[in-house]
């Protein structure tokens, strides 16, 4: 039988949601940022959210209305279960920052939660479980943002009712570089302004896209992946609000990035490339046209993480 925990810390990645043509059916995960939970247990039963940094003041701890609070109670139904949990949330990436900062922490939750309690999830229950709390956050319950956060690598979702999601291990190294300018946009206003009715002929040319991405993904083929990674449907849409967008994706492709694009809604911008030297020169001719327009931002650079949520510390019961 697994052992039980009295404390359990576990560090969860951002996640890059849409990866250019895969509006809501792709994600991949970064090595960082990410967020840390803590679980612990207590006498008392029931949730309680005890602690909230990096973004203290914003976040609500009420466990109806924190998305790992709502997620922790997802799995704790789900087990009919009414043992104590205290849960710390100490965010380590930006809010409305395209970087699946709330599926971070509803991820982070489950994990640390489920180890506490010996295991006795599966990772697609804890999916589903992940996802309530996106459901909060942004009025859906999608998962592009919480499985690759959860599973690690890239991942296609064929469907989300019933949740059928597959992971797609690229056999050639991958790194992305992401620039998030200092201002916020927020993921349920920008899916507002999207078209509900799509020309037949850009719907053809996208699934063709996303047909590639995945191939090329599963083959290590760079140039197909690069050649796929273009979005004619949404990223036209929403890219008019996110300052230099333009200019911004054109220095990554002239830096020698395979593909660019939007960083789920944004207001981040994603670059993919062959190996950390190019992602790193792509971050910075990233950085340099915001610096150009006098526009604070941050810069990340990270392989692909293969391994999803990590536990940082733990106590045995």
């Not at 469907?159 to 056999?171: A, F, H, K, N, T």
Request: aromatic share 4%; glycine share 10%; hydrophobic share 40%.
């Amino acid at each position: 039988m697994p052992n039980q925990y009295q404390y359990v810390k576990v560090f969860a990645p951002a996640s890059v949601a849409n990866v250019s043509c895969g509006f809501d059916v792709m994600g991949l995960a970064l090595d960082h940022p990410g967020d840390e939970v803590v679980a612990r247990r207590t006498e008392e039963p029931g949730i309680q959210i005890t602690r909230v940094t990096g973004e203290n003041g914003v976040l609500p701890t009420s466990v109806s209305e924190n998305t790992a609070g709502v997620a922790v109670r997802a799995l704790l139904g789900h087990l009919g279960s009414d043992v104590g949990i205290e849960l710390e949330v100490h965010k380590k990436m930006p809010l409305g920052s395209g970087l699946g900062s709330s599926a971070a922490s509803s991820v982070g939750a489950v994990v640390a939660v489920n180890r506490l309690l010996g295991l006795p999830c599966t990772s697609d229950e804890l999916l589903t479980f992940a996802a309530e709390g996106e459901r909060v956050a942004c009025g859906t319950p999608h998962l592009d943002n919480v499985a690759p956060s959860l599973f690690g690598g890239f991942v296609f979702i064929r469907s989300r009712e019933p949740q059928d999601v597959i992971g797609l291990d690229c056999s050639k190294p991958l790194f992305a570089t992401v620039v998030h300018p200092q201002i916020e946009i927020r993921t349920e206003d920008t899916r507002k302004i999207l078209r509900r009715n799509i020309p037949l002929q850009k719907a053809v040319t996208q699934w063709g896209n996303i047909g590639g991405l995945v191939a090329g993904l599963l083959k290590g083929d760079y140039e197909l992946i690069s050649r796929s990674m273009q979005d004619v449907i949404i990223e036209p849409i929403r890219s008019v609000l996110i300052p230099s967008f333009a200019e911004v994706k054109e220095a990554a492709l002239d830096a020698g990035a395979l593909g660019s694009g939007i960083s789920g809604s944004g207001p981040s911008i994603f670059a993919l490339s062959r190996d950390n030297e190019t992602a790193t020169a792509v971050g910075k001719v990233m950085q340099h046209e915001y610096e150009e327009i006098g526009l604070d931002n941050e810069v990340y650079i990270s392989p692909i993480n293969k391994e999803g949520p990590r536990i940082l510390e733990e106590v045995q019961l």
